[in-house]
């Protein structure tokens, strides 16, 4: 999940903040597998919030038409209390054959506050949503058959994702020959489904292995870590 704070609107002095403070049930992402998928959304705070909600692809590609709506794209949510917004799949339009990507972007703004002089603070949440038809494998299986290939130089590397699913990696970071860090950790790599993708690893030299997480549908980083050889592919194995 991403945040994003907007301040919308101030008076010449802000001596008190109003913040909207929705939560979501503890999701940080989201898999819909059928044509119905629920959001809750938690009002924490002592006074009612606004929040507009929207879907978008998650490669960017505005232009093309979204097969999915939002059942209430701008709601209001009362103090302390909870609510449910539904994301609908017209059925048809998405591949059957891998995992589609989204984003869900909610805004969540604090009504307008009764006295003068105070800031209001608007968050721009953003989720990850991943359409998952029915597939042969599960993603449990598609964590542990990730592959890496490092090239005969020991300098150019591969992440080899031959699944039908999105694979989120975390804190990737090579180690030498005698298990030391090498080079800066990268914090976040997606890799698309059947997909192969070059990994920076600078200031390494010829790396031994990586170590490194795959976040699982619950958003656990699961460990992982593969040994590498010089032209070569390497699977992996969990920590």
């Known amino acids: 999940m991403y945040v994003l704070a907007a301040f919308l609107s101030w008076g010449w002095v802000a001596p008190l903040s109003a913040f909207a403070d929705i939560s979501f049930d503890g999701k940080n992402r989201f898999v819909m597998s ?46 302390n209390a909870r609510t449910t917004v539904e994301i609908l799949y017209q059925g048809q339009g998405l591949p059957l054959d891998r995992e589609s990507y989204f984003l ?6 604090p009504t307008k506050p009764q006295v003068e002089n105070v800031m209001q603070v608007a968050l721009q949440h953003h989720f990850k949503l991943f359409y998952r038809p029915a597939l042969k494998s599960t993603h449990e ?37 005698g298990g030391q860090d090498c080079g800066k950790p990268l914090d976040h790599v997606m890799l698309p489904p059947n997909s192969s993708i070059p990994v920076p690893i600078p200031d390494c030299g010829r790396p031994s292995g990586l170590r490194y ?24 194995r969990p920590n």
Do not use: C
Not at 39 to 47: C, H, I
Not at 104 to 109: H, I
Not at 225 to 233: C, K, M, N, P, Y
């Open 34 to 79: 059928g044509q119905r998928l629920s959001v809750t959304l938690v009002n924490e705070e002592g006074q009612a919030a606004l929040a507009r909600i929207a879907l978008e692809w998650g490669d960017g590609a505005s232009e093309r038409e979204l097969p999915m709506v939002v059942s209430k794209p701008l709601l209001r949510i009362s103090p």
């Open 104 to 109: 869900l972007s909610v805004l969540d703004v």
């Open 141 to 177: 299986q598609a964590m542990s058959a990730l592959s890496w290939e490092l090239d005969s130089a020991g300098e150019r590397l591969q992440a080899v994702n031959a699944a039908p699913y999105y694979l989120t990696l975390s804190d990737i970071q090579a180690y030498g020959e």
């Open 213 to 236: 997480a795959v976040v699982s549908d619950a958003g656990n980083q699961r460990p992982f870590h593969a040994t590498l050889r010089s032209g070569t592919r390497s699977g992996v």
